[in-house]
């Protein structure tokens, strides 16, 4: 079934990028990538999703390989307000239940 | 329009205990989910729905009961409750699959079993 895995943490200077990989060989073939971020305990965040091409918004910028099998998440220049936890959600084969990974510890220090 | 909405916000419970997470979305989604987040960890999938009548488990879905009479409801029931049910519990919604929209999220409910 679906599955996702990513680093369990990563340290990232401010002003730098942060490079957040995440494999996602099982996703189904018409459904998208999505990424989200939690701070504390509170309600996971919106931050980017994509199916095929890369996507840029406000916040990040999502690469996906073209066997879609894996992504990146980047956040172009990070602030100590994105240390969080960031998950990169898949589905299972059906496209019907979302599967969290594990999730990535952002650490953003100065 | 409100977006997902949960309540209670916190309950206490004591053990053998049973009560009802209810989960309320107005966006006319037809996916629907429940997760679990312990401390520390990520969330883990409870039960999700597909749409009204129609609910699956998920990956932790031992000690939890739903159902999906409408469209909008989508509430998790604690039958005799744990102290390993203490947990934050959320809700989701999406328009469904291939949708390209966001996943909506509760802001969640905090459930302390005693």
């Known amino acids: 079934d679906a599955k996702t895995t990513q680093p369990t943490s990563m340290d990232c200077a401010e002003g730098r990028a942060a490079n957040l990989p995440c494999n996602h060989s099982?996703?189904?073939?018409?459904?998208?990538v999505y990424w989200y971020r939690q701070i504390h305990s509170q309600g996971p965040q919106y931050i980017i999703h994509?199916?095929?091409n890369n996507e840029t918004n406000e916040m990040a910028s999502l690469i996906i390989t073209e066997d879609r099998k894996s992504s990146t998440l980047i956040l172009p220049h990070a602030t100590l307000r994105d240390t969080a936890v960031y998950y990169c959600?898949?589905?299972?084969?059906?496209?019907?239940?979302?599967?969290f990974g594990k999730g990535t510890t952002l650490s953003v220090s100065s | 329009n409100a977006g997902v909405t949960q309540t209670p916000k916190f309950r206490i419970l004591k053990i053998g205990q049973s009560m009802t997470l209810q989960c309320t979305q107005d966006?006319?989604?037809?996916?629907m989910y429940w997760y679990r987040q312990d401390p520390g960890m990520g969330l883990k999938l409870i039960y999700y729905?597909?749409?009204?009548?129609?609910?699956d488990k998920g990956e932790v879905p031992n000690g939890y009961n739903v159902s999906r009479s409408t469209t909008e409801d989508f509430p998790l029931r604690l039958e005799l409750a744990a102290p390993s049910q203490t947990s934050v519990y959320f809700c989701?919604?999406?328009?469904?699959?291939?949708?390209?929209?966001?996943?909506?999220f509760g802001e969640g409910s905090w459930l302390t079993v005693v």
């Open positions: 729905s597909v749409g009204a009548g129609i609910t």
């Open positions: 099982t996703i189904s073939g018409n459904e998208y």
């Open positions: 959600i898949a589905t299972n084969q059906a496209g019907t239940a979302l599967i």
């Open positions: 989701a919604s999406r328009p469904g699959r291939n949708s390209g929209n966001t996943i909506y």
């Open positions: 966006m006319n989604h037809n996916y």
């Open positions: 994509g199916l095929k």
